[in-house]
């Protein structure tokens, strides 16, 4: 079975503290690809990032990185330096198919 | 480039009666996607379309539910007979398959109150 854990359901930082949002997943497929879409208050989500199943790389764009370890199933995702305007639900999900399969989302809330 | 756009943003109605959303998505992406998200959870998948054709409907899409791609273009949700347990944000997302990844992007969504 497909699954994504996402086992912080709300995070509180103040501004410029650090922050890591956990993703697991569970999968027996070989080829997969993991994401992360951020969800604001408007509501729509927001592409993030993508990572396929043979790419362990790590990737830091600006203040975000990610941290990729196929041994421990997990995609981890690093806010450094935090804004007020990281405040939204940020999502991790797993394809292996067609669909999107997602996480419950972890909402994460910068104070000033 | 326009984005994924959905219409309504919102929608009330009334127990029992029929529903229409539309999602026009990033024109020549030629998949698209429906998804419903209740609070506190994460979008779950409803169907998706490759050009006109439905190839793929989850077990959540009750036979109250049908969804169209007429022409391969824009896309219509529609519920029939609603029931409170249908109110929640209804997300569309197209994506292009020349992409060798496929990522979705994502409307604003529609968010559905069944009274």
């Known amino acids: 079975a497909q699954k994504v854990t996402q086992a912080q359901t709300e995070i509180s930082v103040v501004e410029k503290e650090d922050v890591t949002l956990d993703c697991v997943y569970e999968t027996r497929d070989t080829t997969y690809y993991l994401f992360w879409y951020k969800q604001p208050p408007s509501g729509e989500l927001v592409f993030l990032i993508r990572?396929?199943?043979?790419?362990?790389q790590n990737e830091i764009s600006g203040r975000y990185s990610w941290n990729f370890q196929k041994s421990t199933s997990s995609f981890n995702f690093t806010i450094t330096a935090s804004q007020v305007v990281d405040s939204a639900v940020y999502f991790c999900?797993?394809?292996?198919?067609?669909?999107?399969?997602f996480g419950k989302g972890t909402t994460l809330s910068v104070s000033s | 480039d326009t984005g994924v756009s959905q219409d309504p943003r919102h929608k009330i109605t009334k127990r029992g009666q029929n529903v229409t959303f539309r999602c026009d998505p990033i024109?020549?992406?030629?998949?698209l996607y429906w998804y419903r998200q209740t609070l506190g959870q994460g979008p779950e998948f409803l169907t998706y379309?490759?050009?006109?054709?439905?190839?793929?409907k989850s077990r959540l899409l009750s036979d109250r539910f049908s969804a169209e791609r007429p022409k391969g273009s824009f896309s219509t949700l529609e519920i029939q007979r609603t029931e409170q347990g249908d109110s929640a944000m209804y997300l569309c997302?197209?994506?292009?398959?020349?992409?060798?990844?496929?990522?979705?992007?994502f409307g604003p969504g529609t968010r559905l109150t069944v009274l």
């Open positions: 997302a197209s994506s292009l398959t020349a992409e060798s990844t496929d990522t979705q992007y």
């Open positions: 990572r396929n199943s043979f790419d362990e």
């Open positions: 999900a797993l394809k292996t198919g067609t669909a999107l399969i």
């Open positions: 379309f490759q050009n006109e054709a439905q190839l793929e």
């Open positions: 024109s020549e992406h030629n998949r």
